[in-house]
């Protein structure tokens, strides 16, 4: 992570995250105005998330691109977890209004065994059912991880394949670069070649000249 901001929103937003879970597990063993006070206070560490939650979708809108990916997926994983807790508070919200309900119509029996065996039946089923909800939002938390690394890991070979392509454009750049090169030496010789051979047969005819010239005066001196 990027942001030392963002580091203290998620650490908030884990505080707020485990009161709230402890106290709604706190919730399902109690009864009447225990319980009601302990889901009023898992509703307001609901509202508190909620606000840290939009801190840290500010930062992470903020932060760089090669930190924004992962951020993002933090903030989304948090919601999750957060709407993980919001729909076991509204199932316990459901039964304890029932439990209101039917204590309500079985008036004095309310601790009658067959009412208690009811409740606690009903109590299990809600914490089966919260163990359920639990470990299907670690699931999701789990792929939606794995497939934020995976993305990260292809932006890395596109980056990667992009700077090869640039690397592989600079070396054909340079090779024809270096047949150019190699072309305008081959010319340069040949033309030197050329020259060399012409300044070989002007040599040779000033030699045969100068020979002549000297057969000639060799000649003129001796047998005139």
């Known amino acids: 992570m990027s942001s030392e901001k963002f580091?203290?929103?998620?650490?908030?937003?884990?505080?707020?995250f485990e009161s709230a879970s402890s106290k709604l597990k706190k919730a399902s063993s109690a009864f009447g105005e225990s319980k009601k006070s302990l889901l009023k206070e898992v509703e307001r560490a609901l509202e508190?998330?909620?606000?840290?939650?939009?801190?840290?979708?500010?930062?992470?809108?903020?932060?760089?691109?090669?930190?924004?990916?992962?951020?993002?997926?933090?903030?989304?994983?948090?919601?999750?977890?957060?709407?993980?807790?919001?729909?076991?508070?509204?199932?316990?919200?459901?039964?304890?209004?029932?439990?209101?309900?039917?204590?309500?119509?079985l008036g004095g029996f309310g601790d009658n065994e067959e009412f208690r065996h009811l409740e606690n039946a009903?109590?299990?089923?809600?914490?089966?059912?919260?163990?359920?909800?639990q470990r299907t939002g670690e699931s999701i938390a789990r792929s939606h991880q794995i497939?934020?690394?995976?993305?990260?890991?292809?932006?890395?070979?596109?980056?990667?394949?992009?700077?090869?392509?640039?690397?592989?454009?600079?070396t054909r750049d340079r090779l024809g670069e270096t047949d150019a090169q190699l072309s305008q030496s081959r010319k340069i010789l040949n033309?030197?070649?050329?020259?060399?051979?012409?300044?070989?047969?002007?040599?040779v005819v000033i030699i045969l000249l100068e020979l002549g010239i000297l057969g000639g005066v060799t000649y003129w001196k001796f047998f005139s």
Request: without cysteine; hydrophobic residues 30%; negative net charge.
């Open 7 to 16: 580091e203290i929103f998620v650490d908030d937003f884990r505080n707020v």
């Open 48 to 105: 508190e998330a909620e606000e840290v939650l939009r801190g840290m979708e500010d930062e992470a809108r903020r932060a760089p691109s090669s930190y924004r990916s992962s951020m993002q997926a933090t903030v989304q994983k948090s919601y999750r977890d957060m709407e993980t807790i919001r729909r076991e508070l509204k199932q316990f919200g459901s039964a304890f209004s029932a439990a209101g309900d039917r204590e309500e119509l």
């Open 122 to 133: 009903q109590r299990s089923k809600l914490m089966e059912g919260h163990s359920s909800l």
């Open 147 to 170: 497939s934020a690394e995976t993305d990260q890991i292809g932006q890395e070979i596109v980056s990667n394949l992009g700077t090869q392509r640039e690397q592989l454009e600079g």
């Open 191 to 203: 033309t030197m070649g050329r020259r060399l051979i012409t300044n070989k047969l002007v040599l």
